[in-house]
């Protein structure tokens, strides 16, 4: 019988270990057979989220030159470095375009077959376009995989999960909010991919309450205002006006932080860039997962993170920007690596005289903190101010430590994955700061603003359902209420082993597979093998991507940063590879 793996998640995450299984194959697996069965209802390389059949209004978050599913010689990963383009140069567009998501999908769907082609003849890849429902078998054993579809299932010498992004089952506040809506007519939309939900239920003119700011909150702003026949026109004075269709709602929209995540950076960089990792590299973190206890990430990482983006954020005001600074770059360089938190307080004030050019990440994080309007027409005002001057910053390089501190998040993320599973509040400050929207999203609602179809309601937001409708409010406006009969959570689910809708990860936990203490699948760090409760890797069960605690930071990456989703798939594709080769020599004995 031919060895066989079947790979469950047929996106952007199996493709990229379809493509290391390809790099790797000469080496350490050469002239053998194998079948690889890859399982995905979705179109393989796309996959769910970057399927090409979605509207040509949902955008990526990235510069197309900041996109690719190549690697290169700064991955830190044993196999070979197969170089490929990026989108931009794949697609032949600008580099700085923010290309829609089929077009990405095209991409994707491109790199997969370029994958395919490049595995040796001898290997067969077959797809099956369908849901895989569970995994059994002996641990030393065959797998079985069951698919939806077939009534026999796959027999498997090796199962790698690559899922993706999944849906999760209804918490108890939504569960009720559910429950609420039916009994009083109101519409009430969950947590999902915004490009899945059904939108029609949201009436023109009505008013919406968004609990939800970020990403998936403006792929909602497309869909119901350009979506609905709405168009932008700029001014000679380059400012976007919205001409409404008449068919959209009013969006009313909140969240913790009462602001849409920051601008992407809209210039390019020069000079040098902050030698990183500094305080927060392989060293730190290899003395972080020594300790015999689980590390705090407030009390154990954060400090190492706070001080590696202030690190970036000071050199590159030094380098670029001397004259804003009044010291010599050796003594604070000496002082701040020296110093703990709070004489790095005092050196920064001693030596960086304008407030504006110091790194406050607590301001950054809360900016509504304490403030306080006296109307909801003072906060749309204030609201708008905050956003034109985002803008403003991120696309002046005379503010380019920002960009500094972009480029330590990226390093510190790289770092991050390391050490597993580290909680949801560090996923939701990287994206706020390094990962928010193009700028012109952030225009288009400023021009959406002050069209009235949206209106901004603050930090801290609360919804109450009672008397028969949803009411939202904030600190940020005392006393102002907003009452609808719609209600959107403008975010993504947040599945858990045991909420997850996808019938194979919770049976596989249920089954014994270990799981964190925010939900993620346990994998072994070294090559993705599942875990057990006792701590033991599964010999023919592996996983990537987000549903695990080895995440990384997403299955393509900017160019010449590392890549840790690229190092992942690279051991899991070479760790496969080796137990098939050695399963192959024992049967042929």
Not at 92 to 119: K, P
Request: with cysteine.
């Amino acid at each position: 019988m031919r060895p066989s793996l079947v790979i469950v998640g047929a996106g952007p995450r199996g493709t990229g270990l379809v493509e290391r299984i390809a790099a790797n194959a000469a080496e350490l697996y050469a002239g053998s057979e194998l079948d690889i069965h890859l399982v995905d209802p979705f179109p393989p390389g796309a996959g769910r989220i970057w399927r090409e059949e979605q509207s040509p209004l949902l955008w990526m978050n990235s510069h197309a030159e900041d996109v690719t599913m190549f690697t290169d010689e700064t991955v830190d990963m044993a196999g070979p470095v197969h170089p490929g383009p990026t989108l931009h140069e794949w697609a032949g567009i600008d580099g700085a375009t923010f290309a829609d998501r089929q077009l990405q999908g095209s991409y994707l769907r491109w790199v997969h077959e370029r994958a395919v082609a490049a595995l040796p003849a001898s290997v067969t890849v077959h797809h099956h376009p369908c849901r895989a429902l569970r995994v059994g078998g002996p641990r030393e054993g065959r797998q079985q995989v069951w698919l939806e579809d077939r009534p026999r299932p796959l027999l498997a010498d090796l199962v790698i999960l690559t899922l993706g992004h999944l849906d999760a089952e209804l918490d108890e506040e939504q569960k009720q909010l559910v429950a609420y809506a039916a009994r009083n007519d109101l519409v009430h939309i969950p947590p999902d991919f915004t490009a899945d939900s059904d939108l029609s239920a949201l009436a023109p003119g009505e008013p919406v309450l968004v609990r939800g700011f970020g990403l998936a909150f403006v792929d909602l702003m497309a869909l119901l205002t350009e979506g609905r026949g709405g168009r932008y026109e700029t001014g000679v004075d380059g400012e976007l006006t919205y001409h409404p269709s008449g068919r959209e709602p009013v969006l009313h929209v909140g969240s913790r932080r009462g602001v849409p995540y920051h601008s992407k950076i809209g210039y390019d960089w020069t000079g040098e860039r902050p030698p990183l990792p500094r305080f927060f590299g392989p060293a730190e973190v290899g003395a972080l997962l020594a300790r015999p206890d689980r590390p705090d990430f407030r009390r154990d990482v954060w400090p190492l993170v706070e001080k590696e983006l202030g690190f970036a954020h000071y050199h590159r005001l030094f380098a670029a920007h001397p004259e804003r600074t009044r010291m010599a770059w050796t003594d604070f360089d000496e002082k701040y690596a020296a110093a703990d938190v709070a004489e790095r307080e005092t050196l920064v004030v001693s030596a960086v005289p304008d407030p504006a050019d110091r790194l406050d990440l607590a301001a950054l994080d809360h900016p509504l903190d304490g403030v306080r309007y006296t109307s909801y027409d003072a906060f749309q005002d204030g609201l708008r101010g905050w956003v034109e001057e985002d803008l403003r910053r991120r696309h002046d390089p005379t503010h380019s430590p920002d960009q500094a501190v972009f480029f330590g998040l990226l390093s510190v993320y790289g770092q991050l994955v390391r050490l597993g599973d580290i909680g949801p509040w560090w996923h939701g400050f990287f994206s706020y700061l390094a990962s928010g929207p193009p700028g012109p999203r952030l225009r288009q609602m400023l021009a959406l603003s002050r069209a009235g179809v949206l209106g901004f309601l603050g930090a801290d937001m609360t919804v109450a359902a009672e008397d028969g409708v949803f009411r939202a409010s904030s600190p940020t406006v005392p006393g102002h209420v907003v009452e609808a009969r719609a209600l959107v959570e403008a975010r993504l689910p947040s599945p858990t082993v045991e909420r997850a809708r996808d019938t194979l990860l919770r049976e596989l936990y249920e089954d014994g597979a270990a799981a964190t203490p925010d939900g993620l699948l346990s994998v072994d760090p070294a090559d993705g093998r599942v875990l057990d409760r006792s701590g033991r890797p599964h010999p023919r069960r592996f996983a990537l991507g987000p549903h695990t605690d080895g995440r990384g930071s997403g299955a393509f990456t900017r160019p010449r940063t590392g890549g840790p989703a690229f190092r992942q798939n690279d051991a899991t594709a070479r760790a496969a590879l080796a137990f098939l080769r050695a399963l192959a020599c024992r049967t042929a004995a």
